[in-house]
T-cell receptor, first 113, second 114 residues
C-alpha cells in the first residue's frame, strides 16, 4: 500500500533555475514530512522537514510547501546547482519515530550547466 | 565511527544460500533501522530496534528474513534461502533517540542473487 507517491521519476533543469519536486500522500494521519537526498552508492541524507501545522518551511535554497487539503507537498530548490543532481525522496513517519518512514519512489534530478 | 557503516558493500550469492549483512550504527545511537530498495522503487521499511525494547518486525517480507542487534550496537540482517526477488540494496540507519530526530543512513549493501 503506497501511501507516499512521487509520480515524476525524473526532472531535468538548467543550472540557476528552479527545481520543483512533487509528492502526494494518501494517509491524512501523517503529521510530518521529510525530504531525503541520495547520491549514487551513498545512503540517503536528510534534507528538510515540515510539520503538518505549517504550510511552508525554508532552509537556504530549499523550501518545502505543504497543502494539507490536497494532500500534496513540493520541494523547491532555488537556484539549482550541479551538485543538486541526485535522487530526492519524500517520506512520512508512520509513528512518532522519524526513522520508521514511508518513502516515495524518488525523483531523479539532473541539473545541467 | 563517524557514520553508519555497512558491510559488505556488495554481495553476490547463489539462489538458496543464506546471507548475513552487517550494520555498525553511529556510536551512542539507540535506534536502528533496516530498509531495502529494489530497482526503481523507494525505500521499504523492514525492521526497527529501539534500545532494549522488542524490535518492530512489521516490515519483514517473509520468515526467511530475520535481524538481531547485539549489545545494543551492531546489527545483522540474515536472509535464509535467498531468492532472486531478494536482490536489492539493503540500507541501515540509526538515530540518537526515538522520536522526531532524523535517521542517518549507511551506504548500503547491494545484494545480487543469481
Amino acid at each position: 500500500d503506497q501511501q507516499v507517491k512521487q509520480n515524476s521519476p525524473s526532472l531535468s533543469v538548467q543550472e540557476g533555475r528552479i527545481s520543483i519536486l512533487n509528492c502526494d500522500y494518501t494517509n491524512s494521519m501523517f503529521d510530518y514530512f521529510l525530504w531525503y537526498k541520495k547520491y549514487p552508492a551513498e545512503g540517503p541524507t536528510f534534507l528538510i522537514s515540515i510539520s503538518s501545522i505549517k504550510d511552508k518551511n525554508e532552509d537556504g535554497r530549499f523550501t518545502v510547501f505543504l497543502n494539507k487539503s490536497a494532500k500534496h507537498l513540493s520541494l523547491h530548490i532555488v537556484p539549482s546547482q550541479p551538485g543538486d543532481s541526485a535522487v530526492y525522496f519524500c517520506a512520512a513517519p508512520t509513528t512518532d519515530s522519524w526513522g520508521k518512514l514511508q518513502f516515495g519512489a524518488g525523483t531523479q534530478v539532473v541539473v545541467t550547466p | 565511527g563517524a557514520g553508519v557503516s555497512q558491510s559488505p558493500s556488495n554481495k553476490v550469492t547463489e539462489k538458496g544460500k543464506d546471507v548475513e549483512l552487517r550494520c555498525d550504527p553511529i556510536s551512542g545511537h539507540t535506534a536502528l533501522y533496516w530498509y531495502r530498495q529494489s530497482l526503481g522503487q523507494g525505500l521499504e521499511f523492514l525492521i526497527y530496534f529501539q534500545g532494549n525494547s522488542a524490535p518492530d518486525k512489521s516490515g519483514l517480507p517473509s520468515d526467511r528474513f530475520s535481524a538481531e542487534r547485539t549489545g545494543g550496537s551492531v546489527s545483522t540482517l540474515t536472509i535464509q534461502r535467498t531468492q532472486q526477488e531478494d536482490s536489492a540494496v539493503y540500507l541501515c540507519a540509526s538515530s540518537s533517540q526515538q522520536g522526531r530526530t532524523e535517521a542517518f543512513f549507511g551506504q548500503g549493501t547491494r545484494l545480487t542473487v543469481v
